[in-house]
Each structure stands twice: as C-alpha cells, then as structure tokens.
C-alpha cells in the first residue's frame, strides 16, 4: 500500500528524483556528495561504484572462443548463434566441430560419400555381371 503524503515535493537538480521540499536542501548535499549519473544508462550510481557498475554492466567484453569484442548484452546470442568457433554438428555424421569449419567438413565427407557411394554402385554391377558369367558357364 502506497502512502499518499500531502508535504509539497521538488525536483533534485542531480539526480532528478522528487524530494519533500522540507529535505531538499540536505537531500542535494548528501546526492551531490555521495551520487553521479551514469553517462551510459544515466542510473545513479554511488560514486566509489561508478568504476565498477561501467565494468560490470557497459564495458565490452571479448568472447572467450574467437576474442571478437562485442557489448555485453550481445555476447550470448554471438556464442550461441554468430560465433564461427561456436561447436555444432555435422547434420549428416554427427560430428562436432567448430562452426567456421562446418563447410568444408561437409563438402570433403559429400565428395567422401559420392565416391563410396559409386564404388558400391561399380561394386554391385560387377557381381551382378560375374553372377550372368556364371550362369552362362
């Protein structure tokens, strides 16, 4: 439940809350001291924190597979979606391997495949052309 307060409020110029009039004047002291603006997120911040609350939720940070520097709030979707060093697998052997490699994993194991896949076709005409020699003896 919310108090409503009949006390006449104003605006603290630092930190653009509104204060009861009456404490304005200790309120700006204290703010002014003690908070800043953040430039990024424009949050107050308690100053001995400024340093830390940028690190911890502006500063870019790199990606712990390919070191491409990304905002923070980006980093999961690069790892899970963009990263070329990301681990997938291979639709067709199910092998995992790094993304950026995917390609020519699949196009030498199709080349791979097409060259058994001939061999088992030459493989199954020459037996079936022994098996006529045969009967034809």
Request: charged share 25%; hydrophobic share 35%.
């Amino acid at each position: 439940m919310a108090v409503v307060s009949d006390q006449a409020t104003s605006i603290c110029s630092h930190c653009d809350r509104a204060i009861p009039s009456t404490n304005l004047d200790l309120h700006f002291a204290h703010c002014s001291r003690n908070l800043e603006k953040c430039k990024i997120c424009e949050d107050m911040v308690p100053r001995k924190f400024a340093e830390e609350h940028f690190l911890s939720t502006h500063a870019p940070v790199a990606c712990s597979l390919c070191s491409e520097t990304m905002e923070r709030e980006i980093l999961a979707v690069h790892r899970g979606e963009n990263c070329p060093k990301r681990i997938v697998t291979c639709e067709y052997c199910e092998f995992p391997l790094p993304a950026i490699d995917l390609f020519e994993h699949q196009y030498v194991g199709t080349g791979q495949n097409y060259v058994i896949f001939v061999a088992d076709i030459l493989d199954s005409e020459k037996e079936m052309f022994m098996r006529v020699d045969a009967m034809e003896s």
